[in-house]
Nanobody, 123 residues
Framework: QVQLVESGGGLVQPGGSLRLSCAAS????????MYWHRQAPGKERELVAL???????NYPDSVKGRFTISRDNAKNTVYLQMNNLKPEDTAVYYC?????????????????WGQGTQVTVSS
């Protein structure tokens, strides 16, 4: 059973920093693109960062210049470094990845999601 587990969330003051991690485990053949999304109360889930297997990244204007996504393919892990945090960054952050899983054979790639980690930015 493939699982994604986020860690690193918590309470931070405005202007502070947090580093989120998301580790994939299970019978994994390969991981393609990896993503971070967030969802604030009363709002729709939004993409905040993506990274391809080769390291190409993209960000929306709301976090560009403040957030950095990276990955360690040897550890099946994706990271999100968040700097200069603002109250509007408060949300549950989820990692997501396209993963090919082993059964008795290698399955086509499917999307997997973590359970989410709470990030609260408040003074």
């Amino acid at each position: 059973q493939v699982q994604l587990v986020e860690s690193g969330g918590g309470l931070v003051q405005p202007g502070g920093s947090l580093r989120l991690s998301c580790a994939a485990s299970g019978k994994i053949f390969s991981i393609n693109d990896m993503y971070w999304h967030r969802q604030a109360p009363g709002k729709e889930r939004e993409l905040v960062a993506l990274i391809t297997r080769s390291g190409v990244t993209n960000y929306p204007d709301s976090v560009k210049g403040r957030f950095t996504i990276s990955r360690d393919n040897a550890k099946n892990t994706v990271y999100l470094q968040m700097n200069n945090l603002k109250p509007e960054d408060t949300a549950v952050y989820y990692c997501n990845a396209q993963i090919r899983e082993y059964r008795s054979y290698v399955l086509p790639a499917e999307d997997y999601w973590g359970q989410g980690t709470q990030v609260t930015v408040s003074s």
